[in-house]
């Protein structure tokens, strides 16, 4: 069994997704058996990862930051597919806060690195902030877990 991880940047251009889920799908090929997906289903690189495990035929786990992250950290326009997922989703753990911020967001990134084998950071390599991808690429770096940066040639922020 493979247990992945995923850390992204959200906004993304249109051109960009199609690298990312290319380069995803080609990446999870080597992962087939027993392939399952860990993700906070947050717009851009967690969703097309999700997506990506599914397509592969893994499965899903989902870590949502907040009791209200749908509604209130979800934009309107990326509802659907994160309804979409989380709906196929094998377990959803939820952390303890009402409301998305920079410390659920945290809390929910050591979630994911706390149970998983290998790290897919759709990351450009830059810096961040609390709950950044670049924060959890370095949390990941430190506990010793493998880190793969996905970002293709090509690849833009939006």
């Known amino acids: 069994m493979a247990r992945l991880g995923v850390t992204g940047h959200i906004h993304l251009t249109p051109d960009t997704v199609d690298l990312i889920r290319r380069e995803l799908v080609t990446r999870l090929q080597g992962y087939r058996t027993g392939l399952v997906g860990v ?11 999700a997506a ?21 950290g979800v934009p309107a326009a990326a509802v659907q597919v994160f309804d979409a997922l989380l709906a ?7 952390m303890p806060y ?3 911020a920079a410390e659920a967001y945290q809390a929910a ?12 950071a759709v990351w450009d ?12 690429v370095r949390s990941a770096r430190d506990r010793g877990i493998p880190v793969e940066i996905v970002w293709p040639a090509g690849a833009r922020r939006a």
């Open 39 to 49: 993700s906070c289903l947050a717009p851009g690189a967690d969703t097309i990862f």
């Open 52 to 72: 990506a495990v599914l397509a592969a035929g893994g499965r899903v786990e989902v870590v949502l930051p907040a009791r209200k992250y749908r509604d209130h």
């Open 88 to 94: 196929r989703a094998e377990k959803v753990r939820v």
């Open 98 to 100: 009402e409301e998305p």
């Open 109 to 120: 990134n050591k979630a994911v690195l706390s149970d998983i084998e290998r790290l897919f």
């Open 125 to 136: 390599g830059g810096s961040g902030g609390p709950g950044s991808t670049a924060e959890t």
